[in-house]
């Protein structure tokens, strides 16, 4: 590292994943701890981090930093084990309130939610700051100021990146994806081979972009991959044919990249000190890399009981008047998100085929319409879970035990934006904001075009996209725009408002 080191006693331990262990001005702090399986049994931390959670509910932490409220970043059954009485959970605070009420319900005494840049001072010389997805997204990162230096945990945080701090001597952010597109799509093995590419491309340009804006002088890969130990997931593990990459894969492209920045690979129970890094001397440390098959496979016989357990709860089918009334209530819920919006779409789910109208009139319908474009095969388990409420489609889709098919192919935001956010209204109410302030807001001037200067998806500042032959690319989901006319040319469907007048010739 060529930067700031950390100050004499303190320590940075990585957890697994996402998750870390600070120590530093006598105050403990700990991060997004996750060692059980996530999102319907499917998602298990990689490499196992299991022999760390002893440990982990024994300590006593001053704080717990939760980033957002996805499993593998909020682990009920580990907040479970934790001292609640002792412990001060600092959040983000979002516009929905569930994560407050959650961690209320688990027993927590004291959460402070922090609003995005807003500040709190734990010790002299310990001083954390909250960075929010300004989107409709909801999630978080945190900066780390230890005595002059700086830690950014940025995990799967997209906080725009014009509002990222510099002068970051660490940052800690996803380079694997955390996503089911493209790998759960019906694609052709080679459409697949090569959207699959284009997505790790992406994930690669935005943590290049991230690290050189934010200055970092050291890299510490985190927040992925996961793995799949259901042998029914099996094949998300290839790390060639997914959005799953190991470090490994990456290194030589991040060296030539980012010259001068060192990347730090600490496995669960390894450490940053002020005199580097300190292996956690923990058996079996690292046997991933001997044999990733065979740690795989032992991995799998270990967690057996708790893949399994997915398979075995027993649970009712849905039925269709169910189902229709799940529905008539989602669109009930975002009636102003979707306005005149209308669309069919067919669900599958073991054999039994429902075509389900989106929309001003949600429910399911008598006929199977020709046209409904959007097909999703969703096991009967993973259907009875999203009805009665316990997971939202979201967690569904991010178990990968989910399939879809489009025709055309084309990403319809609304759609996947009321099964992703539908059952938190108030992520929906914000991008009908989002669409609101699209059509009046700001208005940035590059190279001779004028447009408006938040990504029309999710936000992101085109301050920083890339223009070329008339085409600005979002540096943040890679959406692209014909600056002549605003249409979208590649990712999705919604325009961005460009002023042609304002062309310099
Ligand atoms: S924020 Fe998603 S493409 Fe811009």
Redesign the pocket.
Known sequence: MTGRTLPRGARIRSLGHASYEIEHAGVRLLIDPWFHPAFLGSWFPFPDNRPLLDDVVTNVYDLLYLSHAHEDHFDERTLELIDRDATTVVVPRFRSKALVRRLEELGFRTVVSLGHKERHEVADGFVLTMLLDT?HKEDSGLVVDLDGFRFLDLNDC?TPLSELPTDVDLLSAQYSGAMWYPNCYAYPDEVQRRKTAEVRGDLFDTLVRKVRLTGASAYLPAAGPPCFLDPELERFNDRTATIFPVWDDLADDFAAACPGVAAVCLEPGDALTADGPVESGLPGRAAWREDPEGYLAAYRVRRADEWAAYHEEPFEPVGAEELSGYFAKLTSWNKRFLADYERDVRLVADGVTWAVRLGRVGGVLEEDPVDAGYTIHVPPRALRAIVDGRIGWEEALLSLRLSLHRDPDVFDLTLMSLLRYGNQPAQTMQMVRERDEAASGETIERCGYAFQRF?P????DLAHADIEDGVVE??????KWDLATGECVS??TVPLRVDPSERVP
Request: hydrophobic share 15%; proline share 7%.
């Open positions: 989107s997209n990504c998806h999710a936000g992101e979002c540096p943040r989901h890679h959406w990712g999705g």
